[in-house]
DNA sequence: AGCTTGCTGAATACACACCTATTGC
DNA sequence: CTGCACGAATAAAGCAATAGGTGTGTATTCAGCAAGCT
């Protein structure tokens, strides 16, 4: 088979006036094409189209066009010459193309939307909303243009990455290690009418964002793993976007139902939401800090293998009534822990357990083929295949129990879990019992936590080595008190292990005795994205410093310092944001909340940069009044370095640092609170620059001596009487500070001018997810501060 | 007049239920 | 074959758990004031 031709492009509009562009206002100006054959990495055809004149650009075709009318037809005749399988760019279902057809809809282009292959089809665009519990609440559009997948890497990285933040600036930042300048929408209309000239730094900007998708398409190995995931499920590419998990569990169904001549009834508006059904044992952790290594015991994908094991399907469900007219003995029936029945396989095999097997046995494959392959290219189809399996076994058990979805059945899943909870506590008991001193042992076991399928046991011995045989021996143990393929594993041992509560730990993990592989966190600071970066950097450097260097007093020492320059003002803005996910529009909020309140708000002050549903808020916690709640301290952190607004540090140590911190150290350092939050660090604090509202207004200001900040009365603009004789020292003092800050904003400044690859133009960029914008526009303000001092002197 | 006492409303503290966000498996 | 009006259905894996914040009701503390006493 030919390989793919996938086009990325990108579009700019002038003037971006409310939260979409204004089809009737704002004219399509440029659109950067790029297109390339999948697994190439040299392109086929580079291009922009440009309206007016456009400075030539090198490898690249330039296309300067009078009218808008003109742009949009080239591109319709572009794509149809290029023919693309697959159309992708960064989003573009929710932008770039309902843009372009709208627009050639406000300027009567009737022969425009036909961008598909079949002849005279019109591409169609439908408004869509996708809500599930899994991937939270999505408004997209549905654009139809037959034969041509479409494929919005925003769409792809959200689902499958849990991020901060979803720009493209930050994703390219995250995977590609590469960042792209953040242009404000009322730069590009000044770029625009510029020269020709500026509109040629416009085209490089607007090509680089056709660019970024294609390599983070490669880079993914989205075509692969999608593709794999489409075979493997049987539903096109467009539904692993824009549907959920069901879909994919129900074509299956239908495929295997259809062999065995069977047919799916059409349930309706049966199972109500609110029934539901007991999940899984979460055993009860023995929070600590543990020293000696402990052992993890992990159940092989537990609730395919517990379908498998008891053939629990639709289809091998026994009801009372079933059971009644029926009259089967009771050696063809399976009881399970819940109290239903299914036949044994023997009387019928199900349909789910063929196809969790067949799931599995196809895993284990691709898992084989995978470690023989050495080429790159099919390593990657490969790694793409046994994870689409993974996920596709996974899901069977979740799609019976969903009661809002197309065929629910509790029977079973409430039977699934009901094994898996007695799996559980059958599998600690063991090992509690055999792992004895008295049967010869040298220490008897304790299962410290477990959840769901796993358990974490302490044997007692001192070294790793040690740990990992008496994990094996006991999972090799167990293993055979189960029906097949149910399997427990020895999977790894942390060593050592801080275990906070349920859900929640960290230590260092290990698969062999030589040394460890990583440090692993569980539920903490360091894996939630609704902690500042603060938090997030201080937690893992503290736990790094104790698993890792096994230095307490050096992590406590960290602990102080950050902390004591929090409270001088000391850290940098782009550590203290905070970010929150939007889930449902400002009305639907039961309760005031910092992130919602903030949305509003930003909504009245400028719609087109205001957060929508499904987006993530980014906040910092402002200085207010005493008892103001959270949500009225919110604010953007944009506007708070563009206005000046002090930002609350006590907040972030009262709200943000402190219990984190005291999680991880009171188990290891006694007396943590009073050591690590109510040291002499925690009393220099800096005075916060005064605000320009509330009682500051009324303020009066007062020049004071640069010298000793005594407020100065009369014609001496600089120094106070005392200071006069030091004179000469402090304005060097003056002058050198300015130099400093001088430097540190230039280097600040080339290091932007380096990310937007060019070292002759002016850094345009205001991207609220970079920190070294914050620090750049901090740098300058604090440069501006300086020099406003220094002019003092030449009165 | 100056002090004490008792009352009252406001401010504060605290426990509790509930909502929201997020993660683990 | 296309465009338009109208109506109906659409689709959504699971539960367990922690933590932070808000709102509410109740208890406690405190400042301010008037009355009473010396």
């Known amino acids: ?162 991020l901060s933040s979803y720009s493209l600036n930050s994703v390219s930042a995250h995977f590609l290690g590469e960042q792209k300048e953040d242009v404000h929408h009322s730069i590009i209309s000044d770029l625009q009418n510029g020269t020709a ?109 517990i379908m498998m094991a008891y053939n629990l399907c639709y289809c091998t469900l026994v009801t009372p ?25 023997e009387v019928q095999k199900g349909i789910l357990p063929e196809i969790l097997e067949e799931l599995i046995a196809a895993r284990k494959r691709a898992k084989a083929d995978l470690k023989e392959a050495k080429d790159p290219f099919e390593r990657a189809v490969l790694d793409g295949r046994q994870l689409a399996l993974k996920i596709s076994a996974n899901s069977v058990y979740g799609f019976t129990g969903a009661t809002v979805g197309q065929l629910p059945c509790l029977e079973i899943s409430s039977s699934v879990t009901s094994y898996g909870r007695q799996m559980i506590e059958h599998t600690k008991k063991i090992v509690e019992e055999k792992f004895t001193t008295t049967a010869g042992y040298e220490h008897n076991a304790e299962v410290v936590y477990g959840d769901t399928d796993s358990v974490m046991v302490q044997f007692g011995v001192p070294t790793v080595d040690a740990a990992m045989n008496l994990g094996r ?49 569980k539920g903490i600071e360091t894996v939630r994205r609704d902690n500042c970066l603060l938090v997030k950097n201080l937690v893992t450097e503290s736990l790094h410093k104790i698993l890792i260097d096994r230095d307490v007093p050096g992590a406590s020492q960290y602990v102080k310092n950050t902390i004591s320059d929090l409270l001088m003002n000391r850290i940098d803005l782009s550590l203290l944001v905070i970010t929150k996910g939007l889930t449902k529009t400002g009305d639907n909020y039961a309760v005031k909340a910092a992130h919602v309140e903030l949305a509003e708000r ?41 206005n000046n607004i002090p930002i609350d540090p006590q907040y972030y140590l009262d709200n943000q640092i402190s219990k984190p911190i005291l999680r991880i150290f009171d188990p290891i350092l006694p007396n943590a609170r009073k050591e690590l939050l109510q040291g002499s660090h925690t009393r220099a604090l800096s005075k916060s620059t005064p605000s320009n509202s509330g009682i500051m207004k009324f303020a009066k200001k007062q020049l004071s001596c640069l010298g000793c900040k005594a407020v100065i009365s009369g014609s001496n603009q600089t120094l106070c009487s005392h200071c006069k004789g030091r004179e000469a020292e402090l304005y060097c003092k003056t002058v050198g500070n ?58």
Request: charge should be positive; proline fraction near 6%; glycine fraction near 4%.
């Open 1 to 162: 088979m030919a390989p793919f031709r996938i086009l990325s492009f990108d579009i700019e509009c002038a003037g971006r006036k409310g939260l979409f562009p204004e089809p009737t206002h704002d004219p399509v100006i440029q659109i950067a094409n790029l297109v390339t054959l999948q697994g190439s990495d040299r392109p086929l055809v580079q291009n922009v189209m440009t309206l007016k004149s456009c400075s030539p650009i090198v490898g690249v075709d330039v296309m300067s066009f009078d009218t808008e009318r003109d742009v949009l037809l080239a591109w319709r005749d572009f794509i149809r010459e290029i023919d693309p399988d697959i159309i992708i760019g960064y989003n573009i279902c929710k932008f770039d193309l309902p843009y372009l057809l709208e627009r050639a809809e406000v300027l009567k282009i009737a022969e425009f939307p036909i961008l598909g292959r079949i002849r005279n089809s019109r591409v169609r665009v439908r408004d869509a909303t996708f809500s599930s519990r899994q991937y939270g609440v999505r408004e997209s559009k549905e654009i139809t243009i037959e034969g041509r997948v479409q494929f919005d890497l925003l769409q792809a990285v959200q689902r499958d990455h849990k």
């Open 321 to 345: 009534e079933d059971a009644r007219r029926l009259n089967l003995p009771p050696e063809s029936v399976n009881k399970t822990p819940s109290n239903e029945t299914f036949v044994k396989p």
């Open 602 to 642: 930003m909504r009245k002050r400028d719609a087109a940069t205001a957060p929508n549903v499904g987006d993530r808020v980014p906040y910092v916690i402002i200085n207010a009044a005493k008892g103001a709640k959270a949500y009225e301290r919110s604010e953007d952190p944009i506007y708070v370095l563009e």
């Open 738 to 795: 300015v130099s400093e800050l001088e430097s540190l904003f230039g280097r600040l400044w080339t290091q932007c001018q380096e990310c937007q690859g060019s070292l002759h133009q002016d850094v345009l960029c205001t991207s609220r997810d970079c920190p070294i914008f914050y620090r750049r526009r901090k740098a300058q303000k604090d440069m501006a501060e300086a020099k406003l001092q220094l002019d003092r002197w030449n009165f």
């Open 473 to 521: 021996e006991a999972a090799d143990f167990i293993s055979g008190t189960f029906t097949k393929p149910i399997k427990l594993e020895f999977e790894k041992v942390y060593f050592p292990y801080l275990l906070i509560s349920k859900k929640r730990y960290a230590g260092l993990y290990w698969t062999n005795p030589e040394k460890f592989d990583k440090m692993d966190t």
């Open 197 to 305: 000239e500026t509109r040629r730094r416009l085209a490089v900007y607007c090509l680089k964002d056709a660019y970024l998708p294609q390599r983070l398409l490669d880079k993914l190995m989205y075509i692969y793993n999608y593709v794999e995931m489409a075979r493997v499920t049987g539903v096109p590419i467009s539904f692993l976007l824009s549907r959920g998990q069901s879909i994919k569990v129900l074509s299956q169904l239908l495929r295997k139902a259809k062999q065995k001549y069977l047919v799916i009834p059409n349930i309706k508006g049966q199972g109500s939401a609110s029934d539901t059904f007991e999940g899984a044992t979460v055993l009860e952790a023995k929070a600590g800090y543990y020293e000696k290594p402990i052992a993890t015991l992990d159940f092989a994908s537990l609730y395919p293998s």
